[in-house]
T-cell receptor, first 117, second 115 residues
Framework: AQSVTQLGSHVSVSEGALVLLRCNYS??????LFWYVQYPNQGLQLLLK??????LVKGINGFEAEFKKSETSFHLTKPSAHMSDAAEYFC???????????????FGKGTLLTMNP | DGGITQSPKYLFRKEGQNVTLSCEQN?????MYWYRQDPGQGLRLIYY???????QKGDIAEGYSVSREKKESFPLTVTSAQKNPTAFYLC??????????????FGDGTRLSIL
């Protein structure tokens, strides 16, 4: 069974500072990995995904993430935070062996990013 | 623009009442999903459907029912058997459920509360 751990349910940064949101997974095989963002009272929007190929993935809004197999991690970063980045961020994984009736996306519990005034 | 429409945005349920949440997509996606979101809990899968007239239980299906009579529509009924229905419900779709590298696209959710 897969699981996702997002370290830190709440992260606060100042505008212009580095954003680092942590995601570690547990899986018997390297999974497919996704980061989603959720603004208040809205659905989730895909930021980026890793399936195969280059391990550094660039997404929307200046975010990027790096898949590190040895560390079972897929941390999300942004060099310079903007006020509009305040939202909740979810890491999710799926099993590349699954499909058909076995398809499942497993979500972490989320990290709320707030901006220091 | 293509997307997923959930309605209503807010819904109130009385004790012993069934309520139905609507989800419609015009993305021509085969697969659709229902999730429940509670504060600090992430998203939990209720039901999913890979194709019309077929659906499977997710992790927390008890007290819920679904139908998939049309490709575009995947309504969720919260029955009176669901004793703790207060939550934010999210509908999603993906091109197909056959390949787990497909991202899911989400609607804007329905917030259900108990009167």
């Amino acid at each position: 069974a897969q699981s996702v751990t997002q370290l830190g349910s709440h992260v606060s940064v100042s505008e212009g500072a580095l954003v680092l949101l942590r995601c570690n997974y547990s899986s018997s095989v390297p999974p497919y990995l996704f980061w989603y963002v959720q603004y208040p009272n809205q659905g989730l929007q895909l930021l980026l995904k890793y399936t195969t190929g280059a391990t550094l993935v660039k997404g929307i809004n200046g975010f990027e993430a790096e898949f590190k197999k040895s560390e079972t991690s897929f941390h999300l970063t942004k060099p310079s935070a903007h006020m509009s980045d305040a939202a909740e961020y979810f890491c999710a994984v799926s099993d590349p062996r699954s499909g058909g009736s076995n398809y499942k996306l497993t979500f972490g519990k989320g990290t709320l990013l707030t901006m220091n005034p | 623009d293509g997307g997923i429409t959930q309605s209503p945005k807010y819904l109130f349920r009385k004790e012993g009442q069934n309520v139905t949440l609507s989800c419609e997509q015009n993305l021509n996606h085969d697969a659709m999903y229902w999730y429940r979101q509670d504060p600090g809990q992430g998203l939990r899968l209720i039901y999913y459907s890979q194709i019309v007239n077929d659906f499977q239980k997710g992790d927390i299906a008890e007290g819920y029912s679904v139908s998939r009579e049309k490709k575009e529509s995947f309504p969720l009924t919260v029955t009176s058997a669901q004793k703790n229905p207060t939550a934010f419900y999210l509908c999603a779709s993906s091109m197909t459920a056959d390949h787990s590298n497909q991202p899911q696209h989400f609607g804007d959710g329905t917030r259900l509360s108990i009167l």
